[in-house]
């Protein structure tokens, strides 16, 4: 009876039978954005913000990769490169309303983008500017856990322990056609090969100047 949700059913069974084709390739739940010369990985659970903050910082100049589903092609095990990033130019989806504390830039950038809309949610189709176009590969330079506390004052980007990081992304692979011991060795790869940093903070759109100065300035591992 829903088109919309049919056709994303549909993306999932496509990106299972996509990533089946090679064991070094994986789909993670996760928000990407590009900053500086690679991709900042976004992850934690449902409601963790991962769709408000990828478009927050899309609307402050940095170039959307995904707010959900993300190809990520880790190479061959015996010849270890850094992973790859791979855009399937889903469109980002919004609850509604959007946050109280949500700025002018990023209410503007919403309204100038949507092309569908619900009562309780939005999906928005960027500009080709502003967002990469299906297969646009880059190499992942970062991976961040958020941890949204409204009690957080100021956000606050910190080091993260191999394995702990580890455990947040057995949580976020979709891999189906490897079995238990794959989906370990493909989090233990991406976790050594790449910055992990835990994320706590209140507001997206104060935060996001934090992530975007700092990976900026060169600082991913």
Not at 34 to 45: A, C
Not at 123 to 148: D, I, N, S, T
Request: glycine share 8%.
């Amino acid at each position: 009876d829903d088109g919309y949700m049919l056709a994303n059913t549909l993306v999932g069974a496509l990106i299972a039978a996509y990533v089946a084709q090679d064991d070094g390739m994986v789909s993670i739940h996760a928000g990407a954005v590009r900053i500086g010369d690679g991709l900042v990985l976004l992850l934690g659970d449902n409601g963790a913000g991962k769709s408000t903050f990828a478009t927050a910082l899309t609307s402050r100049g940095q170039r959307f990769f995904s707010d959900d589903r993300l190809i990520l092609d880790l190479g061959p095990s015996t010849s270890p490169r850094p992973p790859l990033g791979c855009s399937l130019a889903i469109a980002p989806k919004l609850r509604l309303p959007l946050p109280q504390d949500a700025d002018t830039a990023y209410r503007d950038f919403v309204a100038e983008n949507s092309v569908m809309a619900w009562p309780d949610m939005t999906v928005l189709r960027p500009e080709p500017e502003q967002a990469a176009g299906f297969g646009e590969a880059l190499p992942v330079r970062a991976l961040v856990h958020l941890r949204r506390d409204p009690a957080t004052h100021q956000p606050s980007l910190t080091a993260m322990r191999q394995p702990d990081m580890v455990r947040v992304l057995l949580e976020q692979l979709f891999a189906p056609h490897l079995n238990q011991q794959g989906e370990l060795s493909a989090c233990v790869r991406l976790a050594q090969a790449v910055g992990i940093w835990q994320l706590h903070y209140a507001s997206a759109f104060q935060a996001a100047e934090t992530v975007i100065s700092h990976f900026n300035g060169g600082e991913s591992a």
